[in-house]
Nanobody, 122 residues
Framework: QVQLVESGGGLVQPGGSLRLSCSAS????????MGWFRQAPGKEREFVSV????????YYADSVKGRFTMSRDNAKNTVELQMDSLKPGDTAIYYC???????????????WGQGSQVTVSA
């Protein structure tokens, strides 16, 4: 099992940047692919990005491609999501997720953090 804790959310103006972090504990971190998902008010949870076990491959939703960058540090058991050129439509609760399999489907992730609020507003 792995436990996940997100940090770094907050309020930012449109066009600004934020960096989310997710710290993992428990099982061997490098055994898990990691993902970020988000859920806006009144909407279903959606895929944002996923990164492979070594960090060698990352995949992004079209809506964030070119603006968000996901990375991981297996020595520190952390994964980050650098969010640039933020838009009001990026406002959501962002969740970190982990699973032994590499997938973009939220229901296939076995472990979740508590979520971190990101609000993009002038």
């Amino acid at each position: 099992q792995v436990q996940l804790v997100e940090s770094g959310g907050g309020l930012v103006q449109p066009g600004g940047s934020l960096r989310l972090s997710c710290s993992a504990s428990g099982d061997t971190f490098s055994n898990y692919a990691m993902g970020w998902f988000r859920q806006a008010p009144g909407k279903e949870r959606e895929f944002v990005s996923v990164i492979s076990w070594s960090g060698g491959s990352a995949y992004y939703a079209d809506s964030v491609k070119g603006r968000f960058t996901m990375s991981r540090d297996n020595a520190k058991n952390t994964v980050e999501l650098q969010m640039d050129s933020l838009k009001p439509g990026d406002t959501a609760i962002y969740y970190c997720a982990a699973d032994r399999h590499l997938t973009v489907v939220d229901t296939e992730f076995g472990y979740w953090g508590q979520g971190s609020q990101v609000t993009v507003s002038a």
